[in-house]
């Protein structure tokens, strides 16, 4: 029996977007009616470019930012921004940038342990010892415990905020590219330090990523996010094998293994955004738009393992030809 | 852990207070500016010891003496003396102290107002940001001169009035850098995750943004040390600053501006004085700017 | 006679608590025509050798190299004026980021404008016409009107085309691309490599590509240079180097990277253990070595190329060791 840790209902983010003094503001919305559900241990992966709106949905998700519309719970119950304390012993951020998400000033030390001072955990010998405990679960070692990050490297610091993150034995980690900045040799390592820590202290992970295929190796399920919608939510063998939204279809293509037989893919999508207005904001790109594409948004479409809000899902090839 | 230990092949990187160390010794402006400053601190904060006379003692009979390389000089009094005939080098020994005792509380004062300021208005943005700033723009709004003279006419002048004006008035410089320093530094992925921990705002602004703002926030205080130094002595020459008997540089120039062709050492000893102080003052704060910078970068 | 050819190249540079070996040795030939790729991570030297051949490193780097020649012009003994006179001209270089490679005061028409005439003297108008042209070659809809736009109108995508305009101006011979599509989205840098790879043809240019993406390289080279800590540790044609890896370092690279019906879900990938030795001080033996888990002391010594085929080398002692292991 699983148990949905993190969910969204309808949740909706605008900004208003100052047009000067005499004219009203523009609205952007960056998410617009997103609803998901986290279950506990799985690892649910959402996939967007920029402009997608997953920053966004991630500070929604970490209690940074309220939402405009809709609600967002954490096991069962909703969260305001009021709860900002108590939402943050359950959900903790690993950033994409290590050489942004760790405060120069500070020692490694005092990185790792703030969230245990802030929640008023243990008293100074215990903090030193959950910290060096950190330390080893991440692959640091005793000698970095004073070090600065200005210190270390890429690596080394993603590993770093790894361990903060993780103190407090948080249930979901919101892994917003959490290996994007890194090189590929360490995003291996990190890779695969984010498995092992999974498995050894039962964690649920929130993944962002634009690299489909760090996706495809760690996701449970999958959602894939375009201008603050969710266009196509399935499992991940199911999005893998048969995508069912074009822009899906896109993403896959665009996706180049070392394999030096092949060429460069010709993903057939366009360029311009304009005319995203009315009926699916995906139209002006899609390479297989039809007429009710430009005139009426798409319902979701029911599939065996998801859905994918899409006018032509059932004339979707059924199997992706590699 | 065999794929994720990583332990064994660190490099050994250099440390930070050593290269910091090297750095500053290296940079010339800051080693000469340091040097002389040092110098002048020490002076002040020795005046008592080493100024060979009573600053506020007249003498009527030895009344503008000239200093010992002109021709009626000694070393009696080294620098000469002045209108009243008080030894100039003793004044001027105890004018080092408060120049300087003027530069640090005006700092201190207006560095507290305008760090406030800027911070509040970067980290908060918004309407807090919109009404600090409009508060800032009325400030430089104000000639401080005229404001200094108002007061003077208010409360009457004096060294604690000059100390309070300056204070209350030269922030502007400290809440714009602070707020654009705020700003970058409130981009940071860091301060999310303080935020993400659950870090009340006091606790993140005192902790997170205040120490990575640090850098600027020294280079405007040295800037603006030597900015009120200059300012009080204005003051003081027209009148409206510190009062006489007190050895105040500009008061002394004052003083001595209708000697200022038969005796000009009267104005050019305090002058240099001065001149020696702020360019000291501005060294080390480029100096502390270029030497801190590429630290800033990881 | 080769477009290019690089002997022993080496950067250097003087900080504060020693000299940092940036680029060590490195050599290779481009033919007109030739992709060829520079593949390394962070610290491997792989942009300071593209600045080099273009003489655009910061001032405390020393370039010294054996050979360097491009179409028959020494550029190591060239002087500024002649560089200068090469660049943007006959060697043109497209960078990562598209955001600050353009001058965001300044409209696209005039930087376009400005690459033509800086090189040729031909009238504006002439000058506005190609640039309309080439704007219409790398795909960018309404040209003509794109001319009087400012670079933050444009998306990412679109600057990078601008940006690969700006380098065809002048019909160069050899396009040097540092990490040209890093900095864009999945679904543009498949267009845009698409876009080099079209251009490439037509103009008979040559390409060096600089990119630590082995799928980009993969897909797109004719030959590669993998390097390491500021060395070439392989270098080989495309198919041969990604079927039939012989360096450790290249091997544990490509092991690395999850591949899709490839490396199986779930199970942890082939990292490589520790991270890049810092190029700080006198450099000896294998810079690979504490990483690999052929290494022998042997390592420590001097490693010379292997030639493991005609037009393949590995700079590495324990091939053998690697293939009885396989």
């Given amino acids: 029996m699983s148990e949905t840790l993190l969910e969204l209902r309808d949740v909706t983010r605008t900004f208003a977007l100052s047009q000067g003094v005499f004219r009203r503001a523009a609205t952007l919305t960056a998410v617009a009616g997103v609803s998901l559900k986290v279950e506990r241990g799985e690892v649910f992966a959402l996939v967007g470019e920029s402009g997608s709106g997953k920053t966004t949905l991630a500070k929604m998700l970490l209690g940074l930012l309220p939402p405009t519309s809709g609600e967002i719970l954490i096991g069962g119950t909703p969260i305001s921004a009021k709860d900002r304390v108590a939402v943050s012993r359950r959900v903790q951020p690993i950033f994409q940038d290590p050489y942004s998400s760790l405060n120069p000033r500070k020692s490694v030390a005092q990185l790792i342990a703030l969230p245990l001072v802030v929640h008023g955990v243990g008293d100074r010998a215990e903090r030193r010892a959950e910290v060096l405990e950190m330390l080893d679960l991440v692959g640091l070692s005793k000698r970095h415990y004073d070090a600065y990050p200005g210190q270390l490297s890429g690596g080394q610091r993603q590993r770093v905020a790894i361990a903060r993150a993780l103190i407090l034995r948080p249930e979901v980690v919101i892994c917003d590219e959490p290996t994007s900045a890194l090189d590929v040799s360490v995003q291996a390592q990190i890779l695969n330090l984010l498995l092992e820590l999974k498995r050894e202290l039962g964690l649920t992970y929130f993944f962002i990523s634009h690299n489909l295929a760090v996706v495809e190796h760690l996701a449970d399920r999958v959602a894939v996010m375009y201008l603050g919608r969710f266009v196509e939510q399935r499992s991940r063998a199911g999005l893998f094998a048969a995508p069912r939204h074009p822009y899906t279809r896109a993403l896959l293509d665009s996706v180049l293994t070392p394999d030096p037989d092949l060429g460069v893919p010709d993903t057939r999508i366009g360029a311009t955004m304009i005319g995203g207005d009315t009926g699916c904001p995906f139209h002006p790109r899609c390479p297989s738009a039809i007429d009710i594409c430009r005139t009426t948004a798409p319902a979701i479409r029911t599939l065996p393992d998801g859905w994918a809000t899409c006018h032509l899902v059932e004339q979707q090839e059924a199997v992706l030809v590699p | 852990m065999s794929a994720t230990a990583p332990a064994a092949f660190d490099t050994a990187p250099p440390r930070r207070r050593a290269a910091l160390l090297r750095r500053s010794l290296g940079h010339s402006g800051l080693v000469i500016g340091g040097t002389l400053l040092v110098a002048i601190v020490a002076i002040a904060l020795a005046a008592p010891l080493i100024a060979p006379h009573d600053p506020y003692n007249q003498d009527l009979a030895h009344r503008l003496i000239p200093p010992v390389w002109q021709a009626k000089g000694s070393w009696e009094h080294a620098l000469g003396t002045d209108k009243l005939g008080r030894d100039y080098l003793s004044r001027l020994i105890f004018g080092a102290r408060i120049s300087l005792l003027i530069g640090t509380l005006t700092v201190l004062i207006s560095g507290t107002i305008g760090t406030v300021i800027g911070v509040c208005a970067g980290y908060f943005g918004g309407k807090v940001d919109a009404v600090l700033s409009y508060v800032v723009t009325t400030r430089l709004a104000l000639p401080v001169v005229l404001v200094a003279l108002a007061s003077a006419a208010l409360v009457g002048s004096s060294l604690e009035g000059v100390i309070v004006v300056l204070g209350l008035l030269l922030w502007d410089r400290f809440a714009v850098v602070t707020r654009s320093a705020t700003q970058q530094v409130a981009r940071s992925d860091y301060v999310a995750a303080a935020q993400a921990i659950g870090c009340s705002t006091p606790r993140i602004l005192a902790s997170e943004i205040l120490p990575n703002i640090l850098n600027a926030l020294i280079v405007v205080a040295t800037l603006e040390m030597a900015h009120a130094i200059l300012l009080e002595a204005a003051l003081s020459f027209l009148g409206l600053g510190v009062q006489p008997p007190l050895p105040s540089w500009g008061l002394m120039i004052s003083e001595g501006k209708q000697y200022m062709f038969f005796s000009p050492w009267v104005i050019g000893i305090p002058a240099t004085a001065l001149v020696a102080l702020v360019l000291a003052i501005n060294l080390v704060g480029d100096g502390l700017r270029d030497v801190t910078a590429p630290e800033n970068r990881g | ?326």
């Fill in chain 3, 1 to 326: 006679m080769a477009l290019l050819e690089v002997d022993n190249l080496t950067v250097d540079f003087t900080l504060g608590d020693g000299v940092l070996h940036a680029v060590r040795g490195v050599s290779f030939t481009l033919e007109r025509g030739e992709t060829l790729a520079i593949v390394g991570e962070s610290g491997s030297g792989k942009s300071m050798t593209s600045l080099a051949l273009m003489n655009l490193l910061p001032k405390r780097a020393t370039r010294r190299a054996d050979r360097l020649v491009f179409d028959g012009i020494d550029l190591a003994a060239a002087p500024e004026t002649r560089m200068r006179a090469l660049r943007g001209n006959r060697m043109a270089m497209i960078f990562q980021e598209p955001m600050t490679s353009l001058n965001p005061s300044y409209t696209i028409g005039n930087q376009l404008i400005e690459a033509l005439r800086t090189h040729r003297s031909v009238s504006s108008d002439e000058a506005r016409d190609r640039a309309v042209q080439l704007l219409e070659k790398v795909g960018i809809p309404a040209a003509a009107r794109r001319l009087s736009q400012y670079p933050h109108q444009l998306s990412g995508g679109l600057r990078q085309r601008v940006m690969i305009a700006m380098a065809l101006m002048c019909g160069p011979d050899l396009i040097i691309a540092d990490e040209p599509t890093t900095a864009l989205d999945v679904t543009i840098q498949a267009q845009i490599l698409h876009l080099l790879a079209d251009l490439k043809t037509e103009f008979g240019m040559a390409m060096i590509l600089i990119s630590h993406d082995l799928g980009v390289v993969a897909r797109v080279a004719d030959k590669v240079a993998v390097m390491y800590a500021g060395e070439v540790v392989e270098s080989a044609a495309s198919r041969p180097l990604f079927k039939a890896p012989r360096h450790p370092y290249t091997r544990g690279l490509l092991n690395c990277i999850p591949v899709p019906g490839r490396t199986a879900p779930g199970v942890p990938l082939g990292a490589i253990p520790g991270q890049a030795p810092t190029l700080i001080g006198p450099q000896r033996g294998c810079a690979f070595r504490d990483r690999c888990s052929f290494s022998a002391p042997e390592c420590a010594g001097d490693i010379p190329f292997v030639a493991v085929e005609p037009g393949h080398r590995a700079r590495c002692i324990r091939l053998g060791a690697l293939e009885a292991a396989a």
